[in-house]
């Protein structure tokens, strides 16, 4: 334990990356439904389908999360990164989308479009992997291109699908590496999902060109949501979870865990800043947090939210804690309440229910929001979610569905609307503070 607790911080996160690769495959075998996990994959890879579940079954599914993860995590030590807290998020986000989006066929494209670019730029790879992960936020507009476009339908593998996703994928490639520094500048760093900025802006883009202008009609929907195992995921996670709060324990970071918690500023970098242990026993703890939040609104657990606990778990390296996220929670659980009234006055029809599949994966992009609980406050953290969930159903029509980044999205629209407001008429907690102590 205590060389992984001295190990360097890069060489850290590999091993946590080749640990969950490693349990996905394990959870793989281990499924009912193993002996279909590899013609369960290949459905998957040949259709547009979002639920990965009900299109390959949960071996396919958890295979194929398992093999992303894997070549993630190679392509992190191949190509020599240093591996940090974005690349935790990159990792995270990337396989969350792997029950639901993302596969070992569509995220190829997209990465592929910003080697180019860095060999045309003549930098190293290892700088841009990060890069090459969030640009698969569009993988499920890849997967239309090969096997739809230009009908609605799915007519299989063609060579003009194939030769749109390469120029697309190289589009993406483009714009989604050249817009990633300039992201912070739109939301001040108070949305951890800062790739959502660009990745969602050419998914808009795309949306437009390829569907919109010529009037094409867009994909038809397959799978079945409603195929989903809360004690599949329960049974997994738990354990998953369950190991790296016991690592972490062995590691001896629970005293400095609980100055994490207790603490009221940013910690935008958990691991560089409070070591290995601190950000294992956050994920775990963060991790649970997240699973039982989802248990305790009914979520059904379907191929999607599935996948949305590593996608909520993606920003634990990069400052999100319980007591951080908690006020975002709050407030979408009151506006969820207040929406069901406010729709029964106006005589709507209410579908927004806090376990809907739509608030749920809403709700786990707004914890990208929690720099605001850190700087201004938890009431200022609880209004953002609050706004995040009136917003997070509508920006879907902007990119057609083209970008999973959705919920990270709707932040950053949250971010242009509230930072402003709260720069302009409120104090930060340090300045009440100064002020507090002045008095």
């Known amino acids: 334990m205590k060389k992984l607790k001295t190990m360097n911080e890069s060489s850290f996160l590999k091993l946590f990356f080749a640990v969950i690769s490693l349990s996905l495959l394990i959870a793989a075998v281990c499924m009912p439904d193993r002996d279909t996990m590899f013609t369960g994959l290949w459905k998957i890879l040949k259709s547009p389908a979002k639920f990965y579940t009900s299109e390959g079954g949960y071996a396919a599914t ?5 093999l992303v993860a894997a070549i993630m995590t190679l392509l992190f030590c191949v190509t020599g990164a240093t591996v940090n807290n974005v690349s935790t998020l990159a990792f995270l986000l990337t396989l969350g989308f792997c029950s639901w989006g ?30 090459m992960l969030f640009t698969t936020g569009v993988a499920p507009f890849i997967s239309n291109l090969l096997v739809c476009y230009p009908n609605a339908e799915t007519v299989g593998f063609n060579w003009l699908g194939l030769g749109l996703a390469l120029v697309m994928g190289l589009i993406v490639g483009v714009v989604v590496t050249a817009g990633l520094p300039h992201s912070p500048n739109v939301h001040k760093g108070m949305n951890l999902y800062s790739a959502a900025l660009p990745v969602g802006m050419v998914a808009f883009l795309l949306n437009a060109i390829l569907y919109k202008v010529p009037g094409v009609p867009g994909p038809i929907a397959t799978g079945d949501a409603a195929v989903a195992s809360a004690a599949t995921a329960n049974i997994f996670y738990g354990a998953l979870f369950g190991l790296f709060i016991l690592v972490a324990l062995l590691m001896g970071a629970a005293k400095d865990y609980w100055k994490l918690l207790t603490n009221r500023n940013q910690v935008a970098n958990v691991s560089g800043t409070c070591g290995n242990g601190v950000f294992l026993m956050n994920a775990g703890v963060y991790g649970l947090f997240i699973l039982a939040y989802y248990n305790a609104i009914g979520a059904t657990f379907n191929s999607v939210q599935l996948g949305l606990i590593f996608c909520m778990l993606c920003t634990c390296n990069s400052g999100s804690r319980p007591t951080n996220v908690w006020p975002i929670m709050a407030g979408y659980v009151v506006a969820s309440f207040g929406a069901k009234y406010y729709a029964q006055w106006m005589g709507g029809d209410f579908s927004l229910q806090i376990n809907a599949a739509a608030i749920c994966i809403g709700l786990c992009y707004a914890n990208g929001l929690s720099p605001i609980a850190d700087k201004y406050g938890w009431q200022y953290a609880f209004v953002g979610g609050m706004i995040h969930y009136a917003f997070v159903t509508l920006v879907p029509s902007l990119h057609g569905g083209a970008c999973l980044y959705n919920g990270g999205f709707t932040a950053i629209f949250v971010c242009i609307i509230l930072v402003p407001v709260l720069e302009k008429f409120c104090n930060t907690k340090e300045e009440r503070k100064l002020i507090n102590a002045a008095k």
């Not at 958890?62 to 398992?66: D, R, Y």
């Not at 569509?106 to 180019?116: Q, S």
């Open 102 to 131: 993302i596969n070992v066929l569509n995220m190829w494209p997209t990465m592929l479009g910003v080697a180019v670019v860095t060999l045309l730029k003549k930098q190293k790879l290892g700088a841009n992997v990060n890069a």
């Open 62 to 66: 958890f295979l194929n999360m398992g």
